[in-house]
């Protein structure tokens, strides 16, 4: 099976502009959440969906959203981009059989300059 | 906030056993502890998790004290790839409503 994929992988902005982020989970797997890594804060959890439902969120602003598609692909959009949006954009998706178990993919770095 | 305290960082010499300590002295009795371990540039693998048994798979094992209020995963024989960040984890592991929390992780060193 092939892994979660994302893309871009390097992703260069300016402030104020806005972002998309896609990744495609595991074959099979329908659970998919965002992760935003930095230096400063390290990992931390943006949001999760389920089934095209966001199931969960993390404490980041309303420019932060995203969406999953029927065939489970998710995209993140993040608008009116600030220079700390710059980090490591990290996707995992899990299974119905084990869904405690989540599989990262290579991550998206966006810079904001 | 993080529910585990782990070391910064810990050095092992490439062959010997690496046992990093985690510990979540707040864990409660339907959370499950897991292991995430993230090489430079690299997205988080996962490694093992576990409730209260002790756990070994391919990659590690996974001991957890009888208490539940900390673990230790063992690389039996390390080698310069194992060079990573490794995190531990708890979260409840059949409750959808929960979001994992990473820590700061501990820096592992293999050092030739």
């Known amino acids: 099976k092939a892994g979660v994929t994302q893309t871009p992988r390097y992703l260069i902005k300016t402030r104020g502009q806005q972002v998309t982020l896609s990744c495609s989970p595991i074959?099979?797997?329908?659970?998919v959440s965002w992760y935003q890594q930095t230096p400063g804060q390290g990992l931390q959890f943006l949001f999760e969906y389920f089934s095209e439902t966001q199931r969960n969120k993390g404490n980041f602003p309303g420019r932060f959203s995203g969406r999953q598609f029927s065939n489970s692909r998710s995209e993140m959009n993040v608008s009116t981009l600030e220079l700390g949006d710059s980090a490591l954009y990290l996707c995992a998706s899990s299974s119905r059989t084990r869904p405690e178990t989540q599989y990262f993919g290579p991550g998206t770095r966006l810079l904001v300059l | 906030d993080a529910k585990t305290t782990q070391p910064p960082s810990m050095d092992c010499a490439e062959g010997r056993a690496a046992n990093l300590p985690c510990n979540h002295s707040?864990?409660?009795?339907?959370?499950?502890v897991y292991w995430y371990r993230q090489i430079h540039s690299q997205g988080p693998q996962y490694i093992i998790h576990?409730?209260?048994n002790n756990e070994t798979n391919e990659m590690a094992s996974l001991i957890i004290t009888e208490d539940r209020k900390s673990s230790t995963l063992i690389l039996p024989h390390a080698t310069l790839r194992d060079t990573a960040v490794y995190y531990c984890i708890v979260r409840v592991g059949v409750n959808r409503d929960d979001k994992i929390i990473f820590g700061k992780g501990t820096r592992l060193h293999i050092l030739p």
């Open positions: 074959s099979g797997h329908r659970s």
């Open positions: 707040t864990i409660s009795g339907n959370e499950y």
């Open positions: 576990g409730l209260k």
